[in-house]
């Protein structure tokens, strides 16, 4: 199965600041590249994703890029709002029928005031 | 209202006493999966199944049975919990795999005493 890895796990910003959260993942079959966040208390929401044949995907104060070569994507925030704060999931797939989801382990973004 | 339900949302139960969390989706989703989650270790697959009478195990399926009769449906079944159990446990469902967004139930905490 996919290996997943996500850094930071833990990251504090001050607010108005950027962030940025990687994920590095192992299968190069990979083509399905989404960010997932869970605010506290709350089940994780999908909050933007890229497919393999785009590079950067863009929606308002966040982004996802990928580097296929490299096997990684990241997440960035712009502008960082105390709503940010939150722990962000990555959760990269190639959408083989025979595998099953692996997500991150999770990165607690901190938006300090 | 397109969702993903699950019940109970809290439950305490004691060592082996069997249990089940149901879990239900409104969306006509082929995709539903079970994930525990644990501080640290972020969210772990369970079991999950690509339609009806089709299940597979996910990363820790030890002490859990599924079901898939219904296309809707789709019970966690812990037939002898133990304490090592005690988590936070998500359902989710996605219109056909994994490279599908995600729609994630409230969750269901429960304690194994």
């Known amino acids: 199965g996919e290996n997943v890895e996500q850094h930071p796990s833990t990251l504090s910003v001050q607010e108005g600041d950027s962030a940025v959260i990687k994920c590095t993942y192992s299968?190069?079959?990979?083509?399905?590249f989404p960010w997932y966040k869970q605010e506290l208390g709350k089940r994780p929401q999908l909050i933007i994703d890229i497919r393999s044949n785009v590079g950067e995907k863009k929606d308002q104060r966040i982004a996802v890029t990928l580097n296929k070569t490299a096997k990684h994507f990241s997440l960035h925030i712009t502008e960082t709002q105390p709503e940010d704060s939150a722990v962000y999931f990555c959760a990269p797939h190639s959408g083989g029928g025979a595998d099953g989801l692996t997500f991150g382990k999770g990165t607690h973004l901190i938006i300090q005031p | 209202e397109a969702q993903v339900t699950q019940n109970p949302r809290y439950l305490i139960t004691v060592t082996g006493k069997k249990l089940t969390v149901t879990c239900s989706q409104n969306m006509n989703h082929e995709y539903m999966s079970w994930y525990r989650q644990d501080p640290g270790l972020g969210l772990r697959q369970i079991y999950y199944s690509m339609n009806v009478e089709v299940t597979d195990k996910g990363d820790v399926p030890e002490g859990y049975k599924v079901s898939r009769k219904e296309k809707r449906n789709f019970p966690l079944i812990l037939e002898s919990p133990s304490p090592n159990q005690t988590s936070l446990y998500f359902c989710?469902?996605?219109?056909?795999?994994?490279?599908?967004?995600?729609?994630f139930g409230p969750g269901t905490r429960l304690t194994v005493l």
């Open positions: 299968d190069s079959a990979s083509n399905y």
């Open positions: 989710a469902s996605s219109l056909v795999g994994l490279t599908d967004t995600q729609y």
